[in-house]
């Protein structure tokens, strides 16, 4: 019987991986980018990169030293882009864990190619998205109060807010995918122990390989530790946005005080991150050459749940009217005709075409398919999505008593904070791909058809 | 093949596993001792431009604190006296003393006497001592020992946390008014069975010290 | 707390000392309150404590302060020798416990690093001795002379002493001349006073008239006794009041009178004097003995039809008021009005005034151009800049300028002496209804400064001691020999209770007018009106009151030309552009601010702002006092504006002037209010119980467990004029810093209270609506719940503590506000205020409260420090009884509100006022839909139309 | 390098063949025994004669305590150490007190998860004799091993390779500690 065959005879489906890659094959492959001399494209993504993150320390350091008023904050909206930024930062964080936890316990098998990737995307999005509500802060070097430690005053945070709440879900949610992501690696990391020559090579793979052997015995106890990270980060996931999102309905403002909130926010969470990590791989598939491993089947899959959650998105949009309407509250119906109507309508239309017009191209495969078209959809979401942070922002302008409205403008300052993240995003980013396997070896040999310890019974359709 | 790492590394996990939680606690509680006043200002004892005995002055020859801190009872501050009070008696007590140089001066020209703070709130927090000498808070909860100081030294840490616990449950540190000023009491056998409750002479038993942050903080 | 007062006039008064040691501790606070190491502190005692000093005890002393011939009482607080507050004196007659912003300002003032600090001689500074001897040179010069060739110019400052001084002067030395000029003065009311025959006395309202006729006139911004005013008619607004009154104004401008009216007819200031005759030929048609002039009826309308009717039904009891911008002759038609209205027997009383004659500026320049004066002595005000032509006309003689900064007169002088602030020096003020103050210094000068007297007396050779001077003006008013005793309760009272008043019964003659002003001409005219901030830019200095929005434009920092929307769009001008105005040769570019109810045609242009040379804030805006026709009127005809390249940022401070049909601002007329008591409820959004049906039960609610105290407000907004003392006392009382024009222009703002206004097309006529607007203290705070330090929580008196020292700055409350009264320190706003203001700002803080740091949010808390204080007071000296009395805590803002709209308590006694106004049915919480339970509540509006003009 | 041996390592080139070795293996009645793999071979622990991972009771029961540990602390904290009057709300009102439990519960599992797992398989344990062998490197990459230690009480230096190369092994050698 032909072992070689298009058909995965695992799960029957189409081939995960390309059929003529062998476990062999896919540690070269995959070794790769790490045993190349770096090549180019690696340094021009790298050193702005770089410079960017600078810039960011330095705006840091400035703010620190004059104060939160070099933003564009004011009365009454005094939360500006650094809150924004966190929100986006936070939502882009959600599609790694939701495709590594989410997936794996779905069986997707598909996942196997992309989880590592995406979790690294998750833990570097999620640092950047930390590092927002921290400095913006008017008084940053008291932020340790918000930590529930005995002191000399007697003083403990009040956990009746859901900015506290804030701080416990994503530090948390940072720390649960960052030890997922890493147990994730050791068998990877061994692998790279064993094939590395150099000394420092030997040295710091080994350390974090832990001593890793493949043997039977730990495997036995990694799967289930594996398999309860993954079911545990998945109601995590799911929590973290929805206590994102109490940052806004919790307070009692026309136009956030909403109960849609949570849920509406975890599809934009997913969506957005989808939309980021098509962004990277398809860029890190073209630069390091991993056709073979990211198969079509993977961006077909991944388009799919774009436009899925693009459209829930759209809804929610649709829905918050509704609500608004049937409240009978003059001020939210005002406060989300103001948003389509007053004076950000530019942002609210940005954020609708981005969001919700532009993915219903993926319901043709043929679009679906194209790579081009593909990845500056993946563009027009970020675009969107942190569009849609704004205009939530935004709404402050507007609220109860006409006599306190005003208006919004971000500062220089606002800018360099916004692209500095960026800048730090890629830099982990770009130091990733560059030492650490970026898909997960081991997991995806095992739906490699050379896997099945039973190769006879598959044949015959035994049943598993 | 050699080994990339000797035999001992595998001692550390066994090592870092007991030293962790060790070190956690060790910082948290560390941190709430070193670093509160309790640690940090407690003992403070500066060096006075007059050599002022409270050892002699309140102690040897017992003279009331109010004598000297008069407004103790009507005013936020229990002020320190001007020159004039010193030399109600150094005028004819000890006239040439050279230690007393420097009260004569003030006395003749006005200057004042740069006495050194020793207790002392930041000045976002608001204490009273009319009130709190009016509740029957002596002198000696507080300052400690003034009759056995040669030179005042902060007794109490003075921290927020220090104030709330007997803003919470002030009875333990209540005492008769008459008693307010008297050094040592909290030690004498009245104080153990004395009842600030059913005491007739005090002004007011209804005590609610306030617990809220305006309480201190304006 | 009397007897300290001799000390203050002695040489050694322990003033300065004080500040050295209150200065290390506020200097201190600026590091303590972030947290850092503690600093080193001394503590500095009295050598001799000065009797009845209890050192970090305020002590309160009556003085009095003046603009023009308007009168304010007051009680400043003085921290450890620091003036830190102005207070209103409740006994005063002519301020009824009231005090206008400008008043509040000037603590801020006495500290102002811009005050000419040393007397100047040709332009170098000399020492005290130096420029008292120049001083007694110039006055034994004088004498020697017999007082040829002297001028004394003076402001319209109502000072027994000084009058007396000028009185002797004039005696010894009849050739010796006085002169007076004020541009916050009444020279045209006096003038039109005297055409109708009561010269030299003046007008004090004692209660409100049922029908007020306003034409052309401010008494509740910038014209008068403010207080007086606002009070008397605070007091006809109550739907309870034993006389309800109605307000008419006819202006070109929407003052602050008018923004109060309950029917405004807006006019050119030049068809002013018309509608007033056209109001007094209807008159005389409903029989009154008024002359019938030329033209009048021209200018009859329905508006002046149903005023007539309106004040024929009340006779006795409706008067007409004519404002300074009026010349003379309409001044004497409305005294005539008023005469045969017999507004001026019932109403208030004429007091005829013991000042000196004067003559005019115009003549003094005249004179000093001709040579005839070889010494001006210039007792007060810069005119350099507000007398034409002085400036040219100075270099013919030797120029005495006492003056507080070094201005365009300072320049040009002699000899510039530095003048002393009144809470610096000795005086005395008689009201106009001739209630005498006297003025008690508080600190020994700041700087080598001078009082007017005291230049005064030194010219006449007289004692130099204020003190002395004002001493012997009032001993002869005792009759028995112990003067020393009532002195004490004068300055006690702050009010001398035994000064002889002279009352005159105007008697004036019905004559025709001379030269009455005909109607207006068809073109642009320009109106010049006093600024409801700065006043003339006397106060252009004052950093608060440029950062004080104008209650009617809200624009702060800045003047703008005004202008009717139409007028703007027929010019093709809108908000911030830049437009060239020119009038008779001078010509100034100014940004354009679209005012509705502006009179069509008419170009406002407010003066006092861009003041060169003065100080670090006087220069901004733009100064418009180079358009004015030099004969000094208010109003001309023959404008050109034409629109300008570019564009000039104004700081608005309220950008949306529409309620969007929301209940904020609730109001009905007096007679729908007595159809339907409980109006206020029509508005609700949500019934009462459902707003009450909450998730979870409330067992901490403290109040349910009857605390004795539970703070509350309640404002009126019937008696709220917008006038905006609030605003700068509670800036004054809580160490609020300003921020500065571009920081306003960012939207951030620090005042704790603002006093929201809202604009109202009611058919056609235009509205505004005031409502100070402070936190509400709710009671389910929506800011507590979303602080994660919890820095702000409730305490169980119903206050929504604020931890300064707490807060870490997340900013989330502030969001979280539904009436955005919370404030962040986006910026180290005290430290700026220390750079620009140095030790002067810092000497002011009041230092019962804290001083706060960069990025702290911060709000009002009720004047908290005062409630503490009250209650540990009772605490101390109550015997037990620990519930503070109704009205023992007074809040900054309602100790400066004169009108009583503004009411602090105790809502859990329900003998207290604010208990009382709770259970007024007008009683509403603004967004009590979001059941927020705000503690403080409004009582809605009241207004009074004419069923006549009612509809449309 | 001492001349004591750690046990015997022998290579298998498929799961398959690796799996049936084991199976044979474990019927052999070894005891201190062990298979090495690329990636966790389907069922493989079942064939070595391995019953299920006790790690979810630990992980389950420190998530339990994080979660008791959360809410304790929030209640002792607002309600009894200092109480504050927030919004009017209750001193205990546990609606709020949710999301930090719930989050803690997250967190203490997951920790205890990976902390559990690293304890149950001895690790970290950088220094590990078969770490040494230069065919051994492969068990990473593409190949499958098993290796029988010397301790064990039926180790026999001559035979046990035997054995192995019976059971279809491609290689075997010796390694030493």
Request: glycine share 8%; charged share 20%; proline share 6%.
């Amino acid at each position: 019987m032909d072992m070689r065959s298009n058909v995965d005879l695992v799960d029957r489906r189409p081939a995960l991986v390309d059929p003529h890659e062998d476990f062999q094959a896919i540690t070269k492959r995959v070794a790769a980018p790490i045993e190349w001399k770096t090549p180019i494209g690696w340094w021009l993504f790298f050193i702005p990169s770089v410079l960017l993150a600078a810039s960011y320390g330095g705006s840091v350091a400035y703010l620190v030293w004059e104060g939160t008023g070099i933003w564009g904050i004011n009365n009454p909206v005094f939360w500006g882009w650094a809150i924004v930024n966190f929100v986006f930062w936070v939502g882009i964080g959600h599609a790694g864990t939701l495709i590594s936890a989410v997936l794996f316990l779905f069986r997707q098998k598909w996942r196997t190619s992309i989880n590592r990737f995406s979790e690294a995307m998750t833990l570097f999005a999620v640092a950047c998205a930390l590092s927002f509500p921290t400095i913006h802060v008017g008084r940053i070097w008291l932020l340790y109060w918000v930590a529930p430690v005995p002191n000399s005053m007697l003083a403990w945070p009040n956990f009746r807010s859901p900015l506290l709440w804030d701080v416990f879900a994503v530090s948390i949610y940072g720390s649960v995918s960052l030890l997922f992501w890493y147990v994730g690696l050791i068998p990877d990391l061994a692998t790279m122990r064993d094939r590395v020559t150099s000394k420092l090579g030997k040295f710091a793979y080994g350390i974090f390989a832990l001593g890793w052997r493949g043997s039977t015995r730990h495997w036995r106890h990694y799967e289930v530790a594996y398999m309860l990270l993954a079911g545990l980060a998945t109601p995590l996931v799911l929590s973290v946005h929805s206590v994102v999102s109490f940052d806004f309905a919790v307070s009692q403002l026309p136009g956030w005080h909403t109960t849609i909130f949570p849920p509406y926010f975890v599809a934009g969470a997913i969506f957005s991150g989808f939309g980021m990590v098509l962004t990277l791989m398809l860029i890190a598939r073209v630069i390091f050459k991993m056709e073979n491993i990211v198969t079509m089947h993977h961006i077909d899959n991944m388009a799919k749940v774009v436009l899925l959650t693009g459209s829930i998105v759209g809804y929610a949009y649709a829905m918050e009217f509704f609500v608004a309407w049937y409240s009978g509250s003059q001020y939210e119906l005002f406060a989300f005709i103001n948003r389509a109507t007053g004076p950000y309508a530019g942002a609210y239309w940005t954020m609708v075409t981005c969001n919700v017009v532009i993915p219903q191209i993926l319901w043709f495969q043929k679009m679906r398919h194209n790579i081009v078209l593909l990845f500056i959809i993946s563009i027009f979401v970020n675009i969107g999505m942190w569009f849609e942070r704004y205009v939530i922002v935004i709404t402050l302008t507007r609220d109860f008593l006409p006599s306190s409205w005003g208006y919004y403008s971000p500062t220089f300052w606002d800018v360099s904070c916004f692209l500095g993240s960026f800048g730090l995003f890629f830099t982990l980013f770009c130091l990733f791909v560059r030492f650490l396997p970026m898909i997960a070896m081991a997991e995806v040999k095992t739906v490699v058809p050379e896997a099945d310890p039973h190769p006879e019974e598959a044949a015959t359709g035994g049943a598993h | 093949m050699s080994h990339t790492f000797p035999r001992w590394t595998n001692k550390i996990p066994t090592i870092v596993a007991l030293a962790v939680p060790v070190i956690g606690v060790g910082v948290v509680f560390g941190m709430l001792y070193w670093f509160s006043p309790y640690f940090t200002d407690v003992g403070y004892m500066p060096t006075q431009p007059v050599p002022y005995s409270h050892k002699l002055h309140a102690g040897k020859l017992g003279i009331d604190c109010r004598y000297c801190h008069n407004t103790v009872e009507k005013a936020a501050y229990a002020a320190v006296p001007p020159a004039e009070t010193c030399m109600n008696c150094h005028a004819y007590v000890k006239k040439n003393s050279e230690k007393l140089a420097l009260v004569r001066q003030s006395y003749e020209t006005g200057e004042s006497i740069p006495w050194i703070k020793v207790h002392q709130l930041p000045d976002y927090s608001y204490f009273a001592h009319d009130v709190h000498v009016t509740a029957g808070v002596g002198c000696e909860t507080c300052h400690g020992r003034i009759d056995q100081m040669e030179k005042v030294a902060l007794h109490s840490p003075l921290s927020m946390g220090w104030c709330l616990r007997c803003h919470h449950n002030p009875e333990p540190n209540l005492r008769p008014i008459s008693e307010i000023t008297t050094m040592g009491w909290e030690d004498s056998p009245e104080a153990a069975e004395y009842d600030w409750a059913s005491d007739p002479h005090r002004i007011r038993n209804n005590l609610q010290p306030p617990q809220n942050c305006s309480g201190c903080h304006r | 707390m009397t007897t300290e007062n001799e000390t203050l006039n002695k040489p050694d008064i322990p003033s300065r000392r004080t500040f050295l040691s209150a200065m290390g501790a506020t200097v201190a606070s600026l590091n303590t309150a972030a947290c850092i190491r503690k600093p080193y502190e001394k503590i500095l005692p009295f050598g001799q404590r000065p009797e009845d000093r209890v050192p970090g005890r305020p002590e309160y002393y009556a003085t009095a302060a003046s603009v023009g011939a308007s009168v304010v009482g007051l009680r400043v607080r003085s921290n450890d020798g620091r003036p830190t507050f102005i207070g209103s004196n409740k006994q005063h007659p002519t301020s009824k416990g009231g005090t206008p912003a400008w008043a509040q300002a000037t603590v801020l003032e006495l500290y102002d690093p811009d005050r000419s600090r040393t007397a100047l001689m040709d332009g170098a500074s000399v020492d005290p001795a130096g420029a008292a001897g120049a001083i007694r040179a110039m006055g034994k010069a004088i004498r020697d002379a017999a007082g040829r060739g002297l001028a004394i110019l003076t402001d319209e400052t109502p000072s027994p002493t000084l009058f007396r001084l000028m009185k002797t002067l004039k005696e010894q030395f009849p050739e010796a001349q006085q002169f007076r000029h004020d541009e916050m003065g009444e020279a045209n009311g006096q003038a039109g006073a005297a055409m109708a025959g009561i010269p030299n006395a003046s007008f004090s309202l004692n209660e409100t008239p049922a029908v007020i006729a306003i034409f052309d006139a401010d008494p509740m911004g910038t014209e008068g006794d403010t207080c007086a005013f606002d009070h008397a008619f605070a007091s006809g607004r109550d739907p309870d009041a034993p006389r309800k009154n109605r307000l008419y104004v006819v202006e070109p401008y929407v003052s602050l009178t008018g923004s109060n009216a309950d029917h405004r007819k807006a006019v050119k200031p030049s068809e002013v004097p018309a509608v007033l005759a056209a109001l007094a030929s209807e008159l005389n048609s409903h029989g009154y003995e008024l002359p019938k002039l030329a033209g009048a009826d021209a200018a009859s309308d329905k508006f002046v039809k149903a005023l007539a009717k309106d004040m024929a039904k009340n006779q006795g009891v409706s008067m007409v008021m004519v404002g300074e911008r009026q010349p003379p002759q309409v001044h004497a038609l409305a005294h005539m009005v008023n005469a045969a209205l017999g507004a001026y027997t019932k109403l208030g009383a004429w007091t005829q005034s013991d000042a000196p004659e004067f003559q005019t500026a115009d003549e003094l320049v005249a004179g000093m151009k001709a040579g005839t004066f070889k010494y001006v002595v210039s007792l007060s005000g810069n005119p350099a800049h507000s007398i034409p032509g002085f400036a040219d006309a100075a270099e013919k003689a030797q120029v005495l300028h006492l003056g507080s900064y070094l201005d365009e007169t300072a320049r040009i002088a002699k000899l510039h002496v530095p003048k002393s602030h009144y809470l610096e020096a000795w005086g005395d003020l008689v009201g106009r209804d001739g209630s005498v103050a006297i003025q008690q210094p508080l600190i020994a000068p700041l700087h080598e400064s001078k009082s007017a007297i005291e230049v005064l007396a030194t010219i006449l050779g007289s004692k130099e001691s204020g003190y002395e001077q004002v001493r012997d003006t009032h001993r002869s008013h005792v009759a028995s020999g112990d003067f020393e005793k009532s002195w004490q309760v004068w300055l006690h009272d702050g009010v001398v209770q035994s000064h002889p008043v002279q009352r005159v019964e105007p008697a004036i003659q019905a004559a025709q007018i001379e030269g009455y002003p005909k109607a207006g001409s068809s073109d642009l005219e320009a109106a010049f009106i006093r600024d409801l901030t700065v006043l003339d830019g006397r106060f252009a200095n004052s950093p608060w009151l440029q950062e004080l929005p104008d209650p009617v434009t809200k624009l702060s920092w800045d003047n703008a030309l005004l202008l009717s929307p139409d007028t703007a769009e027929k010019l093709g001008l809108k908000n911030e552009d830049m437009a060239t105005v020119t009038l008779n040769g001078a010509s100034l570019d100014l940004p354009v601010w679209i005012q509705p109810g502006t009179a069509d045609d008419v170009a406002v242009l407010p003066l006092g702002y861009g003041r060169e040379g003065v100080g670090q804030y006087a220069s901004s805006g733009f100064d418009v006092s180079g358009l004015r026709p030099v004969d000094g009127t208010w109003s001309a005809s023959g404008v050109q504006i034409k629109k300008t390249p570019g564009s000039y940022r104004l700081a608005c401070q309220q950008l949306e002037s529409d309620q969007y049909g929301r209940p904020i601002v609730r109001e009905a007329s007096q007679t729908d209010f007595t159809a339907d008591e409980n109006f206020v409820a029509k508005f609700e959004v949500m019934k009462p119980e459902h707003i009450d049906s909450l998730l979870w039960e409330e067992p901490v609610l403290p109040w349910a467990k009857g605390e004795q105290h539970q703070w509350a407000v309640s404002i009126d907004l019937n008696k709220c004029s917008g006038c905006s003392a609030c605003v700068v006392a509670c800036q004054a009382e809580n160490n609020i810093p300003w921020v500065g024009k571009s920081e306003v222009l960012k939207g951030r703002e620090m005042h704790w209270m603002k006093i929201d206004r809202y604009f109202k097309d009611n058919n056609g006529q235009f509205e505004v609506k005031y409502q100070p607007m402070g936190c509400a203290q709710c009671e389910t705070a929506p800011c507590e719940n979303v602080c994660p330090v919890g820095a702000s929580a409730h305490s169980p008196e119903g206050l929504n503590d604020m931890a300064y020292n707490r807060c870490i700055g997340t900013r989330y409350c502030a969001n979280n506000c539904p009436y955005k009264v919370r404030r962040f320190n986006f910026f180290h706003y005290t430290v700026r205020n220390d750079g620009e203001y140095g030790m002067g700002i810092t000497m002011q803080r009041n230092p019962d409260v804290t001083v706060r740091y960069r990025g702290v949010m911060e709000k009002c808390t009720y004047c908290v420090q005062r409630i503490q204080r009250a209650k540990i007071y009772q605490k101390v000296n109550g015997g037990g009884d620990t519930k503070v009395k109704d009205g023992a805590i007074v809040t900054a803002c309602e100790e400066a509100c004169g009108t009583g709209a503004m009411v602090f308590g105790n809502m859990a006694d329900p003998e207290s006022r604010v208990a009382k106004m709770k259970n007024n049915p007008r009683n509403y919480a603004v967004l009590a839909e979001i059941n927020i339970r705000p503690r403080t509540t409004y009582l809605a509006k009241l207004t009074n139309p004419n069923p006549e003009l009612a509809e449309g | 390098m001492s001349n004591k041996t750690f046990g015997v390592l022998a290579e298998f080139d498929t799961p398959a063949s690796v799996f049936e070795a084991c199976e044979k293996v474990r019927d052999a009645k070894f005891s201190r025994w062990d298979s090495h793999t690329p990636f966790p071979v389907h069922g493989l622990e079942f064939a070595m004669g391995m019953g299920r991972s006790r790690l979810p009771i630990f992980v389950f029961a420190c998530g339990i305590s994080g979660a008791s540990g959360a809410m304790l602390l929030q209640w002792w904290t607002s309600a009894v150490d200092y109480p504050m009057i927030i919004a009017a709300k209750p001193f205990f009102s546990w609606q709020a007190f949710i999301p930090v439990t719930f989050e803690a519960m997250v967190l203490f599992s997951a920790v205890s998860a990976v902390l559990g797992m690293l304890f149950l398989n001895r690790l970290p344990r950088w220094h590990h004799p078969l770490l040494t062998s230069e065919r051994f490197k492969s068990a990473s990459d593409h190949k499958f091993f098993i290796s029988i230690e010397a301790s064990d009480p039926q180790f026999d230096p001559e035979k046990t390779p035997e054995f192995l190369h019976s059971l279809g092994a491609t290689y075997v050698e010796l390694v030493e500690d």
